[in-house]
Nanobody, 116 residues
Framework: QVQLVESGGGLVQPGGSLRLSCLAS????????MGWYRQDPGKQRELVAGITSGGITNYADSVKGRFTISRDNAKNTVYLQMNSLKPEDTAVYYC??????????WGQGTQVTVSS
Protein backbone atom coordinates (compact mmCIF):
# COMPACT_ATOMS: atom_id res chain seq x y z
CA GLN A 1 0.00 0.00 0.00
CA VAL A 2 1.35 3.40 -1.02
CA GLN A 3 2.21 5.66 1.90
CA LEU A 4 2.94 9.38 1.93
CA VAL A 5 3.96 10.71 5.32
CA GLU A 6 4.28 14.45 5.87
CA SER A 7 6.27 16.07 8.64
CA GLY A 8 7.60 19.47 9.61
CA GLY A 9 4.42 21.38 10.30
CA GLY A 10 3.89 23.47 13.40
CA LEU A 11 3.35 26.92 14.83
CA VAL A 12 5.49 29.78 13.52
CA GLN A 13 5.37 33.54 13.80
CA PRO A 14 4.67 35.72 10.77
CA GLY A 15 7.84 36.16 8.75
CA GLY A 16 9.22 32.86 9.94
CA SER A 17 10.14 29.70 8.04
CA LEU A 18 9.25 26.04 8.02
CA ARG A 19 10.34 23.10 5.90
CA LEU A 20 7.85 20.37 5.20
CA SER A 21 8.94 16.89 4.18
CA CYS A 22 6.99 14.08 2.58
CA LEU A 23 8.41 10.57 2.57
CA ALA A 24 6.92 8.22 0.00
CA SER A 25 7.00 4.46 0.15
CA UNK A 26 5.89 1.63 -2.10
CA UNK A 27 6.04 3.69 -5.28
CA UNK A 28 8.75 4.23 -7.88
CA UNK A 29 9.15 7.76 -6.58
CA UNK A 30 11.19 9.10 -9.49
CA UNK A 31 8.32 8.45 -11.92
CA UNK A 32 5.80 10.55 -10.03
CA UNK A 33 4.87 14.19 -10.13
CA MET A 34 4.80 15.37 -6.55
CA GLY A 35 2.74 18.20 -5.18
CA TRP A 36 1.98 20.12 -2.03
CA TYR A 37 -1.61 21.22 -1.46
CA ARG A 38 -3.26 23.04 1.41
CA GLN A 39 -6.74 23.30 2.78
CA ASP A 40 -8.44 25.58 5.27
CA PRO A 41 -11.66 24.43 6.94
CA GLY A 42 -14.60 25.30 4.70
CA LYS A 43 -12.40 25.94 1.69
CA GLN A 44 -11.34 23.89 -1.29
CA ARG A 45 -7.99 22.17 -1.33
CA GLU A 46 -5.59 24.21 -3.45
CA LEU A 47 -2.31 23.45 -5.16
CA VAL A 48 0.61 25.22 -3.52
CA ALA A 49 3.52 23.83 -5.53
CA GLY A 50 4.32 20.93 -7.81
CA ILE A 51 7.42 19.28 -9.21
CA THR A 52 7.47 16.85 -12.11
CA SER A 53 9.58 13.74 -12.41
CA GLY A 54 11.91 15.84 -14.56
CA GLY A 55 12.24 18.56 -11.95
CA ILE A 56 9.98 21.19 -13.52
CA THR A 57 8.28 23.24 -10.83
CA ASN A 58 5.17 25.36 -10.63
CA TYR A 59 3.74 27.50 -7.84
CA ALA A 60 0.54 29.18 -6.83
CA ASP A 61 0.79 32.93 -7.34
CA SER A 62 0.27 33.50 -3.62
CA VAL A 63 3.50 31.68 -2.71
CA LYS A 64 5.83 32.54 -5.59
CA GLY A 65 9.12 33.91 -4.33
CA ARG A 66 8.47 32.63 -0.80
CA PHE A 67 8.10 28.85 -1.15
CA THR A 68 10.41 26.38 -2.86
CA ILE A 69 9.58 22.80 -3.73
CA SER A 70 12.33 20.26 -4.26
CA ARG A 71 12.76 16.52 -4.39
CA ASP A 72 15.41 13.96 -3.52
CA ASN A 73 14.74 10.81 -5.51
CA ALA A 74 17.40 8.88 -3.62
CA LYS A 75 15.47 9.50 -0.40
CA ASN A 76 11.95 9.20 -1.87
CA THR A 77 11.24 12.59 -0.36
CA VAL A 78 9.75 15.87 -1.52
CA TYR A 79 10.26 19.08 0.42
CA LEU A 80 8.52 22.41 0.70
CA GLN A 81 10.66 25.22 2.05
CA MET A 82 8.37 28.00 3.24
CA ASN A 83 9.84 31.41 3.99
CA SER A 84 8.29 34.76 4.89
CA LEU A 85 5.22 32.99 6.18
CA LYS A 86 1.99 34.91 6.52
CA PRO A 87 -1.12 34.23 8.62
CA GLU A 88 -3.00 33.41 5.42
CA ASP A 89 -0.62 30.48 4.87
CA THR A 90 -2.24 28.76 7.83
CA ALA A 91 -3.77 25.48 6.66
CA VAL A 92 -3.37 21.74 6.66
CA TYR A 93 -0.71 20.91 4.07
CA TYR A 94 -1.00 17.69 2.09
CA CYS A 95 1.51 15.85 -0.05
CA UNK A 96 0.31 14.18 -3.24
CA UNK A 97 1.89 11.81 -5.74
CA UNK A 98 0.50 11.39 -9.22
CA UNK A 99 1.55 9.54 -12.34
CA UNK A 100 0.03 10.50 -15.69
CA UNK A 101 -3.77 10.64 -15.46
CA UNK A 102 -4.16 8.19 -12.59
CA UNK A 103 -5.80 9.32 -9.37
CA UNK A 104 -3.27 10.81 -6.97
CA UNK A 105 -2.15 9.31 -3.69
CA TRP A 106 -2.49 11.58 -0.66
CA GLY A 107 -0.77 11.91 2.65
CA GLN A 108 -2.57 12.48 5.93
CA GLY A 109 -1.64 16.15 6.15
CA THR A 110 0.36 18.31 8.52
CA GLN A 111 -0.90 21.47 10.22
CA VAL A 112 0.87 24.77 9.61
CA THR A 113 -0.20 27.68 11.79
CA VAL A 114 1.23 31.16 11.29
CA SER A 115 0.38 33.37 14.22
CA SER A 116 1.96 35.75 16.67
Amino acid sequence: QVQLVESGGGLVQPGGSLRLSCLASRIIFSLYTMGWYRQDPGKQRELVAGITSGGITNYADSVKGRFTISRDNAKNTVYLQMNSLKPEDTAVYYCAAQKRDYAPYWGQGTQVTVSS
